[in-house]
């Protein structure tokens, strides 16, 4: 009986409409265009600050997918290293967050180099140094064994279980990722857009490992969209897409997943979430730029190291309003050392006090505008 797409006879012979999916797929090419064209309007130095900005959203949100959370700081701090970036003070160092870091980068800056069984079950392996997936061992740099059951994404309490997916059994793995591997080199004339979104597909659907298969799904997508680009640089977030999608994500997948071999719906939906995260990159590289000017128009200000801390956060988007608490919180210091901070800002012109604001007072920075002196 067939209940999943890997159970068809035709297996794995995708079919889609390239009618259907050719003007999605050409503004999406359109948009990876302009967003590259721009990023090398930045210059050296702003161009590599949204690349790490982009690489450390990157980073946290394919983490947040599979609730787990890390330490922003932490992330930004590892990139840098590896990039070899001065971004001033270094966080420590934490096991997980530097093998997330390592798989990400060797995705995209080595987009070049064959994807290989050997190059999967690396990554796997940097994701869990400790062989260990919270406080469940697991196999590591190694293909699944299916010795507890079959593999099954579930929900629901104990008892009360709903099996979304079941994948191919073990006995299989070795062959249908070599399949895959095979296709992922030489994919004929397919786009490499679209080959990265049946890619991830294909690949989150075999399930081969014990745990982190999302996770390297997402990259594998990533270094297809880097070869697609011919750049290991990334402006853009596919992971922080999908997480901010998760819902329609996980349910486009399982009807995929239980469908036919039919899959322009999943492609679809995959180009609109691409194009998302295209459009959510114009954003970002607009607030790269407004950062740059505004250390330019306050270059000359005194600051201390607090303010400076404090500014950075909330140029590189803080969430919430800015109080004095807040402040105090942030910078490691008395509120009315805070406030000082505060007022010394808003009269030298980078803060101002939010107009009504009341008994809830909160500052907001005051962004240089484009034609500003």
């Not at 980073?59 to 890390?70: A, G, L, P, Q, Y």
Request: with cysteine.
């Amino acid at each position: 009986m067939v209940t999943y797409i890997w159970q068809h006879p035709a297996w794995p012979h995708w079919r889609y409409d390239l009618t259907r999916l050719a003007t999605p797929l050409a503004q999406v090419r359109h948009a990876q265009g302009r967003l590259l064209g721009r990023a090398e309007s930045l210059g050296f130095k702003l161009r590599d600050e949204a690349w790490l900005e982009t690489l450390t959203q990157d980073v946290v949100k394919t983490s947040e997918i599979e609730n787990e959370f890390m330490d922003r700081d932490q992330v930004r701090s590892s990139i840098a290293r590896r990039l070899g970036l001065d971004i001033g003070a270094m966080a420590p160092m934490d096991r997980h967050v530097e093998g997330v870091v390592e798989l990400m980068l060797d995705a995209t800056r080595h987009y070049a180099s064959p994807l290989t069984a050997a190059r999967l079950c690396s990554w796997q392996g940097t994701l869990f140094p400790t062989g260990r997936s919270g406080l469940v061992a697991i196999r590591v740099a190694d293909w699944r064994d299916d010795a507890t059951g079959p593999m099954q994404v579930v929900s629901g309490p104990i008892g009360r279980e709903k099996v979304h997916y079941t994948a191919p059994p073990a006995e299989r793995l070795a062959s249908e990722v070599d399949r895959f591997l095979s296709w992922f080199e030489h994919p004929g004339d397919l786009d490499p857009v679209l080959q990265a979104g049946l890619a991830h597909l294909w690949l989150v659907t075999l399930h081969p490992f014990d745990d982190g298969n999302g996770r390297i799904a997402r990259a594998v997508a990533d270094l297809a969209l880097a070869r697609s680009e011919g750049t290991p640089q990334r402006f853009y977030s596919l992971s922080a897409q999908i997480q901010q999608d998760r819902k329609d994500y996980y349910a486009i997948l399982e009807r995929t997943q239980q469908g036919d071999l039919e899959v322009t719906e999943w492609l679809l939906w995959f180009l609109a979430c691409l194009g998302r995260a295209l459009a959510r990159a114009e954003n970002s590289l607009a607030a790269v730029l407004g950062k740059a000017r505004f250390w330019e128009r306050y270059a000359s200000t005194p600051m201390n190291a607090r303010q400076i801390k404090v500014l950075n956060r909330l140029l590189d988007g803080f969430e919430g309003k800015l109080t004095t608490s807040k402040w105090a919180k942030l910078a490691r210091c008395s509120q009315d050392t805070a406030y000082r901070d505060i007022l010394a800002l808003i009269e030298s012109g980078a803060l101002r006090k939010a107009e009504g604001a009341g008994r809830g007072t909160h500052y907001l920075l005051a962004m240089p505008t484009e034609d500003a002196d």
